[in-house]
Structures are given as structure tokens and as C-alpha cells.
């Protein structure tokens, strides 16, 4: 049991190039998020989803896009990545309780 | 805003000793979570206390509520290195916010020498 994982752990990527970050969990929850935490802002929600197939924008949706074809993933697209992108990406998941389990998180650099 | 929001925003201690971090909010709430971030590290859920409780243990945690204030203290006793991390509160909504969303605040990061 895994739980909550994420793809790759780290990544830079230059401005306007794509990338897309992978959140697995084997818990088989319903519900998933992405989060992005930066220094002195706390985490912000950016994407979540509550069910297969299914999504809905967070607190600072712009710049990303997100998929949940299967219910044990939930992709993080960057069309164009931008410097503001720079952050560590966190992917959580829960189902019917409140808690949320996270993944150890995607630290992306944009030059 | 259901945002928690961590009271002090950093707190060295000795091991051994206690450490307390507060947490204030501005709605009613469902429950109130605490969760610890190590260094590079995802967060990990600690301990959830509910609105119709006043006080819960885990371990060496201590977590007390009290909605008339809004406001919750996660307590650490007999602190140890391994406890240096930012620990975040997040009070979740009745409704379950939108599905379920946290909010968190900037933290408590919390170093403990050896």
C-alpha cells in the first residue's frame, strides 16, 4: 500500500515548455487535489476532483489544466509554464472523512 | 475565510519541553484538523478534533477547541528533534467546504534542539 504518489520529484522546465504531473494514490478514493505550497504563502488549492472523470477549479486554477480518466489518477497539465509556476506541487487524497493524505510533493523550477 | 491562521509563526524550544501552537479561525466549523510538514516533505495528518468536542489526545499530542473563541491549541509534550517541522491547522466547514477542501495557513515551524 502506497498510497499517495507523485511523479517525477523534481523537474525544471524553461518558459513556454509542457509538462504534466502525475498523482497516483491505491487507496481508491474519490476524492483528489492539487496544491501548490510557496514560500510564505501556505498551500493553495489549484485543481480538485470528486469522483472519476470528474473536475473542478480551486483557489488559482489559471496556467494549469487538470484530468481524471481513472479514478486512482489525477494529472497536472501545464500548457506553458511560466516562472510564477515555480512552487512544489502537492497531490492529496480522501474519501469520505475529513483527512487528507498527501504525496510527497513535485518540486518544479521554471527559468 | 475558513483559513486557519498559525500562532507564532515560529517557535524554538529544548528538547524535552513542551511546545504550543495556536490557531485562530473566523466561521463556525465542522472539525479542525492539525497537520505536520517536515522539511520537503508532504503533510501528514495528525490529529481531528470535532465541533461538539473540547479536547483530544494522541500520543503526545494534545489538541483543545473552543468555538466560542474560534480558536484550537495543538500542545507537543516532552518534545523531541524529530518533532522540528511547520505544523498547519485547517478548520473545515460545516458542508464539507465545497467537497471537502482545506485551507491552510502559513504554519507554525517548530524547532526542537537537541
Known amino acids: 500500500n502506497a498510497g499517495v504518489t507523485q511523479t517525477p520529484k523534481f523537474r525544471v522546465l524553461k518558459t513556454g515548455q509542457s509538462m504534466t504531473l502525475l498523482c497516483a494514490q491505491d487507496m481508491n478514493h474519490e476524492y483528489m487535489y492539487w496544491y501548490r505550497q510557496d514560500p510564505g504563502m501556505g498551500l493553495r488549492l489549484i485543481h480538485y476532483?470528486?469522483?472519476?472523470?470528474?473536475?473542478a477549479k480551486g483557489e488559482v486554477p489559471d496556467g494549469y489544466n487538470v484530468s481524471r480518466l481513472k479514478k486512482q489518477n489525477f494529472l497536472l497539465g501545464l500548457e506553458s509554464a511560466a516562472p510564477s509556476q515555480t512552487s512544489v506541487y502537492f497531490c492529496?487524497?480522501?474519501?469520505?472523512?475529513?483527512?487528507?493524505?498527501f504525496g510527497p510533493g513535485t518540486r518544479l523550477t521554471v527559468l | 475565510s475558513q483559513q486557519g491562521e498559525e500562532d507564532p509563526q515560529a517557535l524554538s524550544i529544548q528538547e524535552g519541553e513542551n511546545a504550543t501552537m495556536n490557531c485562530s479561525y473566523k466561521t463556525s466549523i465542522n472539525n479542525l484538523q492539525w497537520y505536520r510538514q517536515n522539511s520537503g516533505r508532504g503533510l501528514v495528518h495528525l490529529i481531528l478534533?470535532?465541533?461538539?468536542?473540547r479536547e483530544k489526545h494522541s500520543g503526545r499530542l494534545r489538541v483543545t477547541l473552543d468555538t466560542s473563541k474560534k480558536s484550537s491549541s495543538l500542545l507537543i509534550t516532552a518534545s523531541r528533534a524529530a518533532d522540528t517541522a511547520s505544523y498547519f491547522c485547517a478548520p473545515v466547514i460545516p458542508g464539507g467546504t465545497s467537497y471537502g477542501k482545506l485551507t491552510f495557513g502559513q504554519g507554525t515551524i517548530l524547532t526542537v534542539h537537541p
Open positions: 476532483s470528486v469522483g472519476e472523470g470528474t473536475t
Open positions: 492529496a487524497s480522501r474519501q469520505d472523512a475529513d483527512t487528507q493524505y
Open positions: 478534533i470535532r465541533s461538539n468536542e
